[in-house]
T-cell receptor, first 113, second 111 residues
Framework: EAQVTQNPRYLITVTGKKLTVTCSQN?????MSWYRQDPGLGLRQIYY???????DKGDVPEGYKVSRKEKRNFPLILESPSPNQTSLYFC????????????FGPGTRLTVL | TQLLEQSPQFLSIQEGENLTVYCNSS?????LQWYRQEPGEGPVLLVT?????EVKKLKRLTFQFGDARKDSSLHITAAQPGDTGLYLC???????????FGKGTLLTVNP
């Protein structure tokens, strides 16, 4: 089944404790991205990657890191999480450059205490 | 910065009614996508429109892309409770094909 998977689905952590949210897609898509969704602010892009070893900042990259060593994986790293990073996170992938629409993962609900 | 304004923000209607959701911008987009999101899940792509003036139909849903490729609308005919959800529009633009989302329209269809 074609899908985007994220892990973990739910995470409660404390300020400053490094964490990684994994994202994997099995559709051989070139383009992958991370979003956060907050009430009243909608979906905002954190980082995106147009292909392996090519990543770039989205609208809200501060406090996040990403890597794209393999085509299928695009982990999101929070080196020192803070409470303002409490949010619902989505990974997405799309073939080519995104013109045809994105496939979203199921989301990761992160709470930073 | 490209912005997409969606209206209305909230919409509560009775089963069988028709409705239209609007997505407007001052920017030109290469393509415009509509998604539906249910609570606790990721957005699911409904349609992509690419050509100015394009109209696409998906059962009771009709999507239109403005002639100037700056705006779009979603019309639902005879809404059903199963149509309940958050509807998001998203535009692709810029040299990096950046996807910009509107804030969404939360639709509730009451039986």
């Amino acid at each position: 089944e074609a899908q985007v998977t994220q892990n973990p689905r739910y995470l409660i952590t404390v300020t400053g404790k490094k964490l990684t949210v994994t994202c994997s897609q099995n559709m051989n898509h070139e383009y992958m991205s991370w979003y956060r969704q907050d009430p009243g602010l909608g979906l905002r892009q954190i980082y995106y990657s147009m292909n392996v070893e090519v990543t770039d900042k989205g609208d809200v990259p501060e406090g996040y890191k990403v890597s794209r060593k393999e085509k299928r994986n695009f982990p999101l790293i929070l080196e020192s999480p803070s409470p303002n990073q409490t949010s619902l996170y989505f990974c997405a992938s799309t073939p080519g450059q995104g013109m045809r629409g994105q496939f979203f993962g199921p989301g990761t609900r992160l709470t930073v205490l | 910065t490209q912005l997409l304004e969606q209206s209305p923000q909230f919409l509560s209607i009775q089963e069988g009614e028709n409705l239209t959701v609007y997505c407007n911008s001052s920017s030109v987009f290469s393509s415009l996508q509509w998604y539906r999101q249910e609570p606790g899940e990721g957005p699911v792509l409904l349609v992509t429109v690419v050509t100015g003036g394009e109209v696409k139909k998906l059962k009771r849903l009709t999507f239109q892309f403005g002639d100037a490729r700056k705006d779009s609308s979603l019309h639902i005919t005879a809404a059903q409770p199963g149509d309940t959800g958050l509807y998001l529009c998203a535009g692709v633009g810029g040299s990096n094909y950046k996807l910009t989302f509107g804030k969404g329209t939360l639709l509730t269809v009451n039986p």
